[in-house]
């Protein structure tokens, strides 16, 4: 067999390509009320996220437990590799370490310090590397490399949600006040920080796309595009890419799913670029 990469649903890889290279996902949680609702599996509508009660939660022990169980047996002795979102911003990197210690020596978890799907793109260079016939600490390496080599940029139309869950530090929180200013948020050591201030979104969105050009380097790149409600400004965002990157290898687009919308807030957009990764396969761009 080969080794099996497992992550989260903050990854947001469309299914065709989890299902391509067998990468096995496990949930985050949506909580309100008395419901426990898991992302991917439940049905989680807008007026949950609405409601001023509603909160988030990692992968549990017991889901990710559940999966590695599964995951070790169908490796047959390769073992496992668990490609984890920032354990600053979440804490499914711990329960991960915790789950892990059950299977002491065949599951390796990785912190990527990022999120969305700069943690998809991370998860898919462990699956190819897997395909390639490398063993558990090659395909760790190869997971922690892209995930060093990636680059997430994030603009939200509102910070007010940001600001809530305490995912942004106090500085930022001024600035986001400050006469309207829309930022440009980049993932940093694990954590959301200020990159720029700029008057509008739409600025805000230019800004995010030449920070993203040249981060690229112009290196052959993977284009990761994610969303909250924001489908048009995403293609929009992806073609303005597209027309300045050197060599596009793959473009994925997709949501950014209930429980990171729950952060952000409608209207976010983001963008990952990853240079290096191997052309992604199972997945046509819509």
Not at 30 to 43: F, R, S, W
Not at 220 to 235: L, Q, Y
Request: net charge negative.
């Amino acid at each position: 067999m080969t080794v099996v990469v497992v992550t989260d649903s903050s990854a947001r890889l469309p299914a065709a390509i989890r299902e391509h290279y067998d990468i096995r996902q496990v949930p985050l949680h949506v909580l309100t009320g008395d419901a426990d609702l898991a992302e991917g599996i439940d049905e989680i509508g807008a007026d949950v996220l609405d409601r001023p009660t509603t909160t988030t939660s990692g992968a549990t022990p017991a889901d990710l437990s559940a999966v590695f169980e599964t995951a070790v047996a169908d490796s047959d002795g390769d073992g496992v590799v668990a490609v984890s979102m920032s354990r600053k911003l979440s804490g499914t990197w711990s329960s991960a370490r915790l789950a892990a210690e059950a299977f002491p020596g065949r599951v390796r978890v990785v912190d990527t310090r990022s999120v969305g799907l700069a943690v998809g793109f991370a998860a898919v260079a462990a699956a190819q590397a897997a395909r390639a016939g490398g063993e558990m600490d090659r395909v760790y390496e190869a997971a922690i490399r892209a995930a060093s080599t990636s680059e997430t940029l994030v603009c939200v139309a509102d910070l007010g949600r940001l600001r809530a869950s305490g995912r942004i530090g106090a500085a930022t929180r001024l600035f986001g006040t400050a006469l309207s200013i829309k930022p440009v948020l980049r993932v940093v050591d694990g954590s959301l920080v200020l990159a720029e201030r700029q008057r509008t979104f739409s600025k805000a969105l230019t800004s995010m796309v030449s920070t993203a050009v040249a981060s690229a380097d112009r290196q052959p790149t993977t284009v990761g595009i994610v969303h909250a409600d924001a489908a048009d400004t995403a293609r929009d965002v992806l073609e303005r890419l597209t027309e300045k990157l050197r060599v596009v290898t793959s473009a994925v687009v997709t949501d950014l799913g209930p429980v990171l919308t729950a952060h952000t807030g409608r209207g976010a957009v983001g963008v990952v670029v990853c240079p290096g990764l191997e052309p992604i396969e199972g997945h046509t761009p819509s």
